[in-house]
């Protein structure tokens, strides 16, 4: 089974500041790995994702997130956060790999403080 | 703009009463949707994977008589929430993979049920 672990539910930044969103998982097969942020009271936004190929991948909004095999960790980073940036943010696999349901984590909510 | 496009977006009923949240893939066809369950502050819980055509597949715990799914057409799939109880109030959100851009899962804009 896979399975998805964010770790801290609350990360806090000043503006400017580097983001980092810690994501590791868990998969018995080649994993496809996404994040997604979501606002207040709205769906989904998809950030990035990761399939094959490179393993630094470049989203939206100025985020990437880099997939590292040895460590089962997909995390997301950002060097200058905005006060736009607040919101949560949801890393997922796809279980079975490929394009098919997603296991989520709990999330992380970034407040962007000035 | 929007590939997945979910109405209502928001929805009080009775307890009792059945309500129907359409979740509809924009310009493109979906065999495949999800239905995902968000609770106020936590994540996304897969309920049901909608398959067009075919009966729905329901993940463990997810009563199926209760969250009825029909996905008549490749563009709708439906969600019922039968003789809904004040518990059964959450985010419901549903995806569908888009065939363009190497099938990225877009997710739809989310229905708010409020059961009174």
């Known amino acids: 089974a896979q399975s998805v672990t964010q770790l801290g539910s609350h990360v806090s930044v000043s503006e400017g500041a580097l983001v980092l969103l810690r994501c590791n998982y868990s998969?018995?097969?080649?994993?496809?790995l996404f994040w997604y942020v979501q606002y207040p009271n709205q769906g989904l936004q998809l950030l990035l994702k990761y399939t094959t190929g490179a393993t630094l991948v470049k989203g939206i909004n100025g985020f990437e997130a880099e997939f590292k095999k040895s460590e089962t960790s997909f995390h997301l980073t950002k060097p200058s956060a905005h006060m736009s940036d607040a919101a949560e943010y949801f890393c997922?696999?796809?279980?079975?790999?490929?394009?098919?349901?997603?296991?989520f984590g709990a999330g992380t909510r970034l407040a962007v403080h000035p | 703009g929007a590939v997945v496009s979910q109405h209502p977006s928001w929805v009080i009923c009775k307890s009792g009463t059945s309500v129907k949240i359409e979740c509809r893939s924009l310009?493109?066809?979906?065999?495949?949707m999800f239905w995902y369950r968000q609770f106020p502050k936590q994540s996304l819980m897969l309920m049901a994977t909608?398959?067009?055509?075919?009966?729905?597949?329901?993940e463990q715990g997810v009563e199926k008589d209760k969250f009825l799914i029909n996905h008549a057409s490749l563009t709708l799939s439906t969600l019922t929430v039968t003789s809904a109880h004040p518990e059964d109030s959450s985010f419901y959100i549903c995806s569908a993979s888009f065939p363009g851009q190497g099938n990225t899962i877009y997710f739809g804009e989310g229905s708010w049920l409020t059961v009174v």
């Open positions: 997922a696999v796809s279980e079975g790999g490929g394009y098919n349901k997603l296991i």
């Open positions: 998969s018995s097969v080649p994993p496809y």
């Open positions: 310009d493109f066809q979906a065999t495949t």
């Open positions: 909608s398959n067009e055509g075919s009966k729905a597949t329901y």
